[in-house]
Each structure stands twice: as C-alpha cells, then as structure tokens.
C-alpha cells in the first residue's frame, strides 16, 4: 500500500498569515492526489484534486502544487473558517490511500 | 438538491451484522464511481469500498476484504454496504462518497477524488 506521509501533524497560525502543508507518498502517485478540509462534526470536503485543480466552489486562496511524491497545499491567509484538520489523499494505486491529517489551529 | 444521506448505522456485536445504505439525489448514480469512507472516533479516513455500476467493478481495503459487500442498485440510485463479521476496529463514521466526474474532448471519466460526502453513519461494534 502507498504510504501518505503528512507534515507536521499540527501548525499553528495566526489568523492572516500564510499556511504551507505537506504530504509525500512513499511512491509515485502521479498527480493523482486530493487534499480535503474537515471541520468537527462535518464531513470532509473536496478543495483540490489532480494536485492543483481547485474543486467547485473552492476559493482561489487555495492552492495545491506538486507531483510523484512531494506534494504542498496553500492557504494564502488564514481566515476563521479555515481552521481545521486537512487530508491529503491518492488515488493512483489501490487501495486509495489518505494522510494521518494536519490540523491547523490558531 | 445533490445530496447524499446515509442510514443503517448502530451498535451491534463482535461477530454480527449490519447493512448501510445511501440515497443519492440530483444526480445519475451510474455516471459516478461511488464508495465508502470510514473514520473511527477521534482518527483520519480510510477508504473501504469502492463501485462503479456500469462496469461492474469493485474493490475493497484488506481491512474489510472477505467480511464486506458493496451494492447498488441505479434504478433507484442507492449505495448499500453489508457488513459481516463487524469487530471492534470497525467502530466508525461510515461516509459515502461519490466520485468526482469530468468530460474532456468528449470523453467523461470519474475519478478517486470524492466531491460529495454524505452526513455519515455512526457504527459500534462492541459488547
């Protein structure tokens, strides 16, 4: 199974500020990976897919960049709503595989 | 309204069984690769199973291989997991989650990013 590897497991930032999270699979995936926002209690919500395609609806403060195994999600300037646990997620290789998450938190 | 709404979770017993379903509305179930997604208490996602209708194709974690069945039936565009043989480590929110699909120079293809989640269904399984 491929390996999802998120860093760091929690980041701490002010609200305004610049947020830059990782994941890297232990092998090649392509570009086939999704990040996803989760907020307690909700379920989780598509923001990237094909590493740098922002989904439906996802604001343009969101970015994705990366490809085979290194893979960074942006969040250009943190606002409430923004604080949460991200995943990352392949799906070039079954079984589809995500991250252990990174929370961000203020 | 494209939603998605899953029932059937509860508590039940090591070795004993239970079946999940989902309802999809607002769109064309057999266009999507469809699946479900599962969180134990206070831990990430993991994917389980994983149907697309039009091809007959299946796939499941070895978490679950052996003690889940996935179903659907387009007709009346429902996703069904049965759950067999539940253990403790089955304790989770169970999600549907359907496939993003997109249309490129007249191709439509669905992929493994999931762009609709339903509201999840809590199972525990424990004595």
């Known amino acids: 199974d491929i390996v999802m590897t998120q860093s760091p497991a929690t980041l701490s930032v002010s609200p305004g500020e610049r947020a830059t999270l990782s994941c890297r699979a232990s092998q090649s995936v392509s570009s086939n990976l999704a990040w996803y926002q989760q907020k307690p209690g909700q379920a989780p919500r598509l923001l990237i897919y094909a590493a740098s395609t922002r989904a439906t609806g996802i604001p343009a403060g969101f970015s994705g960049s990366g490809s085979g195994t290194e893979f960074t999600l942006t969040i250009s300037s943190l606002q409430s709503e923004n604080f949460a646990v991200y995943y990352c997620?392949?799906?070039?290789?079954?079984?589809?595989?995500f991250g252990q998450g990174t929370k961000v938190e203020i | 309204e494209v939603q998605l709404v899953e029932s059937g979770g509860g508590l039940v017993q090591p070795g004993g069984s239970l079946r999940l379903s989902c309802a999809a509305s607002g769109f064309t179930f057999s266009g999507y690769n469809m699946n479900w997604v599962r969180q134990a208490p206070g831990k990430g996602l993991e994917w389980v199973s994983y149907i697309r209708s039009s091809t007959d194709t299946i796939y499941y974690a070895d978490s679950v291989k052996g003690r889940f069945t996935i179903s659907s039936n387009s007709a009346k565009n429902s996703l069904f997991l049965q759950m067999n043989s539940l253990r403790d480590e089955d304790t989770a929110v169970y999600y549907c989650?359907?496939?993003?699909?997109?249309?490129?120079?007249?191709?439509?293809?669905?992929?493994?990013?999931?762009?609709?989640w339903g509201q999840g269904t809590m199972v525990a399984v424990s004595s």
């Open positions: 997620q392949q799906y070039n290789n079954w079984p589809w595989t």
């Open positions: 989650a359907r496939g993003l699909g997109y249309c490129a120079n007249g191709v439509c293809y669905t992929i493994g990013a999931f762009d609709m």
